[in-house]
Structure formats: structure tokens, C-alpha cells
């Protein structure tokens, strides 16, 4: 098996694993792929093994025929079709969906372990499996959580009550067919509580030490905003090198920018944070059974700034309703959806930078850290 260097590696895409010396690459391969059952995959993904500075690793990619053929320019949204999955009704369709995305990725996924690299895959099949049943209702301003499973104050935010399990907490808080009512949330708060459930669900089977820290920090203060996303995720791509603005892996979270500077004034319409679904499909947390396409999210946002308006006490706000009559004509109007879509899908310009030429696509994709023991790099605060 040829020894090469990971940074000169053709591409570097794909899947590598850490801590793999003296085990061949063609036993790494076989190993990891009956782990995520796609040994059937095993004639369509190479292997190779070398050393670096952190040690031996093994990267397993996709073909690059077959990968462009699957997912031409690494546009995955039309991959499920392409395939022929049922992601929905098949849970197994789901992982080959998340598997396939990931041996094909543009930049390398890395793992310490296939250990590590199967729970990856189960919290990101866990996030969709989630995602598909949360509704709520939006509010920037006002938040609730069922009672009987959460207390609020002010300095800790929404903590779990003594005794009560944080997965059920989080489950009755985003999935109404469970609970009976919908509770009011912003769109990147949710995008926690998913994210959060399908990392929880994991750790009850792998790491069920952590899971219990976990309880045990949630029911002293809750995590948020950047440091949620510096303890539970990382981020892939940059500024400087995006991803392609069509690659997207089941269970990713992704913000999409509202490119008008006037209208992202509104709070709460600044941009959009969702879950990626599979399928073609991101999270519509408003309306779970209507899941937005690309095409429809960026009409949406397109739309927001034909809503503008100031309330009362002279604040910017989004009148929805205005705006759902001129979505539903874009989107009946192929030439309108073609202009508004290259206007879109450029990616988005730096925070605070609005230009004519700016999109919405974000240059990055965020997912779950590491959670396995000995290898977990999610590490809980302390105080």
C-alpha cells in the first residue's frame, strides 16, 4: 500500500482515521465500511495509509468518477434522488445517505477512531430524525419550555428540574406530537436543541458518563450561542476556503444570510439558521411538514425585504403575510426563480459587509465534536 503524506494527498477528501498503524488500509476500509453498513460500497472507495506529525492515519474517498456522477461539482442535494433512497421510511437509507456525503467530502472529515467515526454518523442521523419532528413557534423575544421539565431565570437560562431526563426535556420541548403544544423559539436556539438532542441520544448508547455531566451541567445553566458552538460543534470551511455551496451532509447546521441590508435590521431576520435534512431538504421549524428547498428558502429570504416595515415604537419588522403571496408568484415564474437563485446562491458577504453582489450561501458547515471515551474532544465546562 503506498505511503504518502495526508497534505499531499490527491484532494484530501473524504474520510480519515487516526491511530491506524500496522493495520492495512484495505482492513481499514472493510472494517469501517461493514461498521456503517455500506460494505457494498467497498469496490467504489480507496484507501491509503501514511504517517504525519499526530501519527498514522488511513483516508477512505469515494471514487472520483463515481462522485461526480452521484453528486456532479459536489452538489449533494439531489443525491437521495440520484440514489434512489427513501431516507424517510428506510432508516438505513438515511446512513447511506450521511455515509456517502461524507466519503465524497470536499475537505477530509477526520475521526481518532472508527468508534469515533460511527457515533459521528448516528448523531448526524439522530439530528435529522429529530429535526424532521420539531415545530415551534417563532419568537425572537419571548421563550418557553413545557413545565414540568424546565425552570427559567435569568442568569442560567432554561435548566433542566431535579430528576427529569434531558433528552425527554429537549424531546417536549421541540416535538409537539409529543407533548401537545409548541413552544416559542428563535431559529438558532432550535438549532440547539436538536443539535443537542441527537448528540444526547448518543452518548445514552456511547459515552453515557458524559451523558450524565451533561444532565448534571444542564440542570445548573444552559449552553448558548458561541458557547454552544465552542463546545458542542466544529466548524468545516472558512471564509478564505469555502465549501462548495451545494455540499451539504445530513445533520449539518448552516446559516443562510439575508443579503438586504435593510431588511436584516428586523431582529430575527438577519439571516436563518437551519438543519440540513437530507434529501434536497432543510429544516422549516415553523411548519415541520413543509421543509424548505434550497429554491424556496432563498425566495424566502429574497422576500423578507418586500415585508420591511416599523412598528409602533419604530422598530424594523418583517410582515410575513405581506410577503407569502409574492414567494408563491416568484416560484410560479421559472425566469424569476433563475434571476433571484444567481443572486442568492453566491456566497455571502463577511458580517456587516452588504454589497449588490452578496448572497446568502455560508462559506461553512458546523457539526458535532467528537463524544466517544478517550477520544471525545466535547469538553463540558467545569464551574
Known amino acids: 500500500m503506498m505511503q504518502t503524506s495526508l497534505q499531499q494527498a490527491p484532494a484530501c477528501r473524504g474520510i480519515v482515521l487516526r491511530g491506524t498503524q500496522n493495520i492495512p488500509a484495505e482492513e481499514i476500509r472493510r472494517t469501517a465500511l461493514e461498521r456503517l453498513g455500506a460494505a457494498d460500497l467497498a469496490a467504489l472507495v480507496h484507501a491509503e495509509a501514511g504517517r504525519d506529525s499526530q501519527g498514522a492515519w488511513t483516508r477512505l474517498w469515494l471514487d472520483a468518477a463515481v462522485a461526480q456522477a452521484w453528486a456532479p461539482g459536489f452538489n449533494t442535494l439531489q443525491l437521495a434522488q440520484t440514489l434512489q433512497l427513501d431516507t424517510v421510511s428506510r432508516p438505513a437509507d438515511l446512513l447511506r445517505e450521511i455515509v456517502v456525503t461524507l466519503l465524497m467530502g470536499p475537505v477530509a472529515f477526520e475521526y481518532p477512531s472508527i468508534d469515533e467515526l460511527v457515533s459521528a454518523v448516528h448523531i448526524r442521523r439522530n439530528i435529522v430524525q429529530a429535526a424532521r419532528k420539531t415545530t415551534l413557534a417563532f419568537d425572537t423575544a419571548a421563550a418557553e419550555r413545557p413545565e414540568g421539565y424546565w425552570t427559567y431565570d435569568q442568569a442560567t437560562g432554561f435548566t433542566i428540574l431535579p430528576g427529569v431526563s434531558l433528552i425527554d426535556a429537549l424531546t417536549q420541548a421541540t416535538q409537539p406530537d409529543i407533548s401537545g403544544s409548541m413552544y416559542a423559539f428563535s431559529c438558532y436556539r432550535a438549532t440547539e436543541y436538536v443539535t443537542l438532542l441527537g448528540i444526547?441520544?448518543?452518548l445514552a448508547h456511547s459515552n453515557p458518563s458524559m451523558l450524565a455531566q451533561l444532565q448534571a451541567l444542564w440542570s445548573r445553566r444552559a449552553i448558548m450561542s458561541g458557547e454552544f458552538h465552542e463546545?458542542?460543534?466544529r466548524e468545516?470551511?472558512?471564509?478564505?476556503a469555502p465549501l462548495p455551496p451545494?455540499?451539504?451532509?445530513?445533520?449539518d447546521r448552516t446559516w443562510f444570510r439575508n443579503p438586504d441590508a435593510a431588511s436584516a435590521e428586523a431582529a430575527g431576520f438577519e439571516g436563518s439558521w437551519v438543519m440540513y435534512k437530507g434529501g434536497g431538504l432543510f429544516t422549516n421549524f415553523w411548519k415541520h411538514q413543509q421543509p424548505y428547498t434550497l429554491t424556496t428558502k432563498c425566495?424566502?429570504?429574497?422576500?423578507?425585504?418586500?415585508?420591511?416595515?416599523r412598528d409602533a415604537q419604530g422598530e424594523e419588522r418583517i410582515d410575513e403575510v405581506h410577503i407569502e403571496p409574492l414567494i408563491e408568484a416568484t416560484l410560479d415564474d421559472p425566469a424569476e426563480v433563475a434571476r433571484i437563485m444567481?443572486?442568492?446562491t453566491r456566497y455571502r458577504e463577511p458580517r456587516g459587509v452588504y454589497t449588490e453582489?452578496?448572497?446568502?450561501?455560508?462559506?461553512?458547515r458546523e457539526f458535532a465534536r467528537w463524544v466517544r471515551p478517550g477520544t471525545a474532544d466535547l469538553a463540558l465546562p467545569t464551574e
Open 231 to 233: 463546545v458542542f460543534l
Open 246 to 251: 451545494f455540499y451539504y451532509v445530513p445533520g
Open 357 to 364: 453582489a452578496g448572497g446568502c450561501i455560508d462559506t461553512t
Open 200 to 202: 444526547a441520544q448518543e
Open 342 to 344: 444567481a443572486l442568492m
Open 236 to 240: 468545516q470551511g472558512s471564509m478564505e
Open 299 to 309: 425566495v424566502e429570504i429574497y422576500h423578507w425585504r418586500h415585508g420591511l416595515y
